[in-house]
């Protein structure tokens, strides 16, 4: 069965959660953060939570955002979070949630969709992303 790419609900916290708590490795996952955060970002205009569903299992997300930019001219798209299960990989889902989050920005006029990973380089590369910097960060 192909997997369905939808806009997240608030019904679907509990499977966001679930996956978000296999990407996070920095952090640990506050079950309690997590729901405020769900539930402003699903209110929030700039940002664009979808979920990958197969059948009724929610397999996958994606979290990106827009924003205006002096560098780009303009709108930017950035990939803040993605996670496939990983039964789930190699079937075209990260593709097609990436596809979709690449749809919704080009519907809001960004001028390109950037994200930081130290992960899954060739996956990127294969669906038409380059290398552009060095991702530094900061605690706090």
């Given at each position: 069965m192909?997997?369905?790419?939808?806009?997240?609900?608030?019904?679907?916290?509990?499977a966001?959660?679930?996956?978000?708590?296999?990407?996070?490795?920095?952090f640990?996952?506050?079950?309690?953060?997590?729901?405020?955060?769900?539930?402003?970002?699903?209110?929030?205009?700039?940002?664009?939570?979808?979920?990958?569903?197969?059948?009724t299992?929610?397999?996958?997300?994606?979290?990106?955002?827009?924003?205006d930019?002096?560098?780009?001219?303009?709108?930017?798209?950035?990939?803040?979070e993605?996670?496939?299960?990983?039964?789930?990989?190699r079937?075209?889902i990260?593709?097609s949630?990436?596809?979709?989050?690449e749809?919704w920005?080009r519907?809001?006029?960004?001028r390109?969709v950037?994200?930081?990973?130290?992960?899954?380089a060739?996956?990127?590369?294969?669906?038409?992303y380059?290398e552009?910097?060095?991702?530094?960060r900061?605690?706090?």
């Amino acid at each position: 069965m192909t997997p369905t790419i939808r806009t997240a609900v608030a019904a679907d916290a509990g499977a966001v959660l679930s996956l978000a708590r296999l990407l996070a490795t920095s952090f640990a996952l506050d079950e309690g953060a997590f729901h405020r955060s769900y539930s402003a970002l699903l209110a929030e205009a700039g940002a664009r939570l979808l979920v990958a569903e197969s059948g009724t299992q929610i397999v996958g997300y994606l979290l990106g955002f827009d924003h205006d930019t002096f560098f780009a001219n303009g709108r930017v798209a950035w990939v803040e979070e993605i996670m496939v299960e990983e039964s789930y990989r190699r079937q075209g889902i990260g593709e097609s949630l990436m596809r979709e989050l690449e749809a919704w920005a080009r519907s809001r006029e960004c001028r390109l969709v950037a994200l930081a990973t130290r992960r899954a380089a060739a996956f990127y590369h294969a669906i038409g992303y380059e290398e552009s910097a060095v991702y530094f960060r900061k605690l706090l």
